[in-house]
């Protein structure tokens, strides 16, 4: 490859990244190598929920709980990885859900969440609040909407 074509790829990546909170692609893999050796790991012993129990015990607790919540995500797109990885063993699998990406991150849900209350805390009303996040965050006043009403879940 050309050298400008490689830093494309490379500027992918990082974007690829930057939805599981790191900036550069290279401290992500680090991390995720990990997870993906701790899955190949643990598929190996995954003849039952009960050797997969033994299995995690014999691991360490996540440090933070953003490493809980990366590995959590991954979980939740493995089958769709392993689909793209080995298409003739998995025919049978559901294709990836798709959908538009999320326009925030759970932090910045947090963030937007934390800001509408104390606004609202201090006499300004929900949705002027709401507009202003909105304009601050740089998403839509529907988004910002959708993030507060969902606020309980998270």
């Not at 701790?38 to 929920?49: D, G, H, K, L």
């Not at 990836?96 to 009303?125: F, N, Q, S, V, W």
Request: charged share 30%.
């Amino acid at each position: 490859m050309k050298d400008d074509t490689i830093e494309k790829v490379l500027a992918a990546l990082n974007e690829a990244f930057r939805p599981l909170g790191y900036d550069r692609f290279d401290e992500g893999i680090a991390k995720v190598a990990g997870l993906f050796k701790q899955i190949a790991e643990a598929t190996s012993v995954m003849q039952n929920r009960d050797a997969l129990r033994d299995w995690l015990r014999k691991i360490p607790d996540p440090e933070a709980p953003a490493e809980l919540e990366q590995f959590i995500q991954l979980l939740s797109g493995l089958v769709y990885t392993i689909r793209q990885v080995a298409p003739e063993v998995v025919k049978s699998m559901p294709h990836a859900p798709g959908g538009h990406p999320p326009a925030t991150t759970l932090e910045e849900r947090r963030k937007i969440c934390a800001e509408i209350d104390r606004m609202y805390t201090d006499g300004l009303r929900c949705l002027v609040a709401q507009k202003r996040i909105a304009k601050r965050y740089n998403v839509s006043l529907r988004t910002v909407q959708r993030i507060w009403k969902e606020r309980e879940k998270d």
